[in-house]
Nanobody, 115 residues
Framework: QVQLVESGGGLVQPGGSLRLSCVYS????????MGWYRQGPGKERELVAR???????EYADSVKGRFTISRDNAKNTVYLQMNSLKPEDTAVYYC?????????WGQGTQVTVSS
């Protein structure tokens, strides 16, 4: 059974940085496309970034140049480095693992950007 556990969220001032981590428990981590999604107050969940088994990446336009997704297959972990944070980045951030038609989700970690 796949489990995803996120960490690294918190309160940060505008312009600050945070790094989110997501540890994957299960098999064949290296085959999954790993992603980060977020859901802000009163908004729908949206894709932030994802990285496939070949480490090709995709980003939402709103975070390009500020966020970086990476994966460490040896540690079964995916990261999201978030720089130059803005108040509009405030959301619950969810980790996902997708393979074929299956998608697994973590429980989410809160990121709040406020002065």
């Amino acid at each position: 059974q796949v489990q995803l556990v996120e960490s690294g969220g918190g309160l940060v001032q505008p312009g600050g940085s945070l790094r989110l981590s997501c540890v994957y428990s299960g098999s064949i981590f290296n085959l999954y496309t790993m992603g980060w999604y977020r859901q802000g107050p009163g908004k729908e969940r949206e894709l932030v970034a994802r990285i496939d088994r070949g480490s090709s990446t995709e980003y939402a336009d709103s975070v390009k140049g500020r966020f970086t997704i990476s994966r460490d297959n040896a540690k079964n972990t995916v990261y999201l480095q978030m720089n130059s944070l803005k108040p509009e980045d405030t959301a619950v951030y969810y980790c996902s693992a997708a393979l074929n038609k299956l998608t697994y989700w973590g429980q989410g970690t809160q990121v709040t950007v406020s002065s």
